[in-house]
């Protein structure tokens, strides 16, 4: 069982006799392992809402709650980590409506934000941060004074909101009371004696209650210290039925996986869903904090700079760079560039694609290109971070905290904000024969495409088994397949410590054919129908020197299944470069099992850090 989805923020919410800050503090505590920027918790105080919050740790809260101490026995709380608006004291959760007359704690993207703000200012509400939380908070705070119970107000808010959210919500009136609303982000309740709680992650309950009730989507819950009812969006009442955990914390931690990184592959549904969130409307791509048409129409070149994980989604991007856009694209080591003295057009863009946002070759190599006055843009996932804030402009991959030294669904929301980055340009520069539409339907089902790949697990399983003892495994593939097969080379060298060779399948007979033998296994990656005939050729080649070929596929011809030892195989999107990119999940669980069959430290391996802050 899972309840970790790939959210974002830390929610701790307490209704009973307790001092309700002090239980909200320790449970946001308890959330810590998912990272966070700023932090907050309000109660409930004679007929009032008090509220503290603060950017920066846990820390920095405990300290400001010291200086302004708040107390109260219905508390909710809020850990932060930043998607739209920087880390600061007055974008971190709660947040009032305009009269104080509710708090709210969210979760997720409200993706049409900016349309209900308008609205709002036209009738005279002022916001004091840049978060879409806080235009959630007027717009209940707006129901909520039309009359009737808090629920309701919550109830009829919600169908003006679009996107993705979990909102925790108190009222100053309704004394007692929690409410709780779920779509898309995740959210259980924890049924106590005389104490009710909620949070977004099981961790933070353990400590109290091991009744748990995970939140449906759409459901609605009202939390009172002896009671709890659940509705449905039409208000419905729904049977409340708790489940025990038995999980220890750190089990509860990663969600019941058993490590995190199965956890983030596992989220990866729920990451694409989240990075898509707001940047899609009917047929365009909207990308948010972008350089202007004029700057679109002037690069004359792309340089995409990156390490690792990050490098090998920068090759997705110059292979769709290329064949979408005709735009000259190349891809650089940030530690081959910051040293190679680069030849750099001043009409060019230079693209840095990190997780972290920290990478110490990169962030050089960033520097480097503003000594140079070139246009730089970040694709980064930690907001706050050095690349972040230094670069021109920099859109967030938006994949929520990624603990796992192994990268992966990192790595999706990189190829995905790249994906974007070529539809934005396409449409700015009204590229001939490219329907940018056909792609905005596609992207909207993608996440269901990756949810139906995970099922290949148990497949995945079985072959680790098989292969776990291979001296050495080719990663082969055409076109974006190559480039998806240096990424899935990449996992299983890092966690399963098994050397690879990865390669264009074409290259195999200058050279690397000779490593070829009985034992030796080859994972191609066949997702392109144009090359099917030469990807099983490349087969054939391995299997006459005693290789043994698993290929990860979308064909549909049957071919690439015939020519196989074994196969995964999935179904196929409108879009080539989509399935390639479908294709590293079973490459990600692959490595995975491979290495949890030979007993290796998945989350830590050795030799490795998560962040490379040095050179
Ligand atoms: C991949 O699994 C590694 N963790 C590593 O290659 C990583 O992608 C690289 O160090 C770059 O990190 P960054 O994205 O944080 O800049």
Known sequence: MSYSNGDMCGIAGYVGERNGVEVAYDQLKRLEYRGYDSAGIAVQVDGRLDLVKKAGTLNMLAKELELHPITGTCAIGHSRWATHGGPTDLNAHPHFDGEQDVVLVHNGIIENYLELKEELMQKGHTFLSQTDTEVAAHVIGEEYRKGGTLLEAVRHAVRRFRGAYAFVVMSKSEIGTIVAVRNASPLVLGLGQGENLLASDIPALLPYTRQVVAMEEGHLAELKKDSLRIVDGDGRDVPVRPQIIEWDVAAAE?????????????????????????RLTEDRVFLENIFSDTVWNEIDRVNIIACGTAFHAGLMGKHLFEKLLRLPTDVYFSSEFRYGDPVLSPKSLAVFVSQSGETADTLAALRL?????????GIVNVVGSSIARECDRTIFTQAGPEISVASTKAYTAQVLVLSLLALHIAQVQETPGLRVADWVEELRLLSDHAQTVLTLEPETVKLAEQLKNMPLCFFLGRGADAYVGYEGALKLKEIAYIPTQESPAGEMKHGPLALVEAGVGAIFGATDPSTVDKVVSNIKEIQARAGTVLSITSDTSGAIRKASDHTLEFQPTRFDFLNALLSVIPMQLLAYHIANAKGCSIDQPRNLAKSVTVE
């Open 369 to 377: 290109c503003k000594s140079r006055r070139i246009r730089t843009l």
């Open 254 to 278: 990663r969600g019941g996986y058993e490590h995190f990184m199965l956890k983030e592959i596992h989220e990866q549904p729920q990451v694409i869903r989240q990075c898509l969130a707001g």
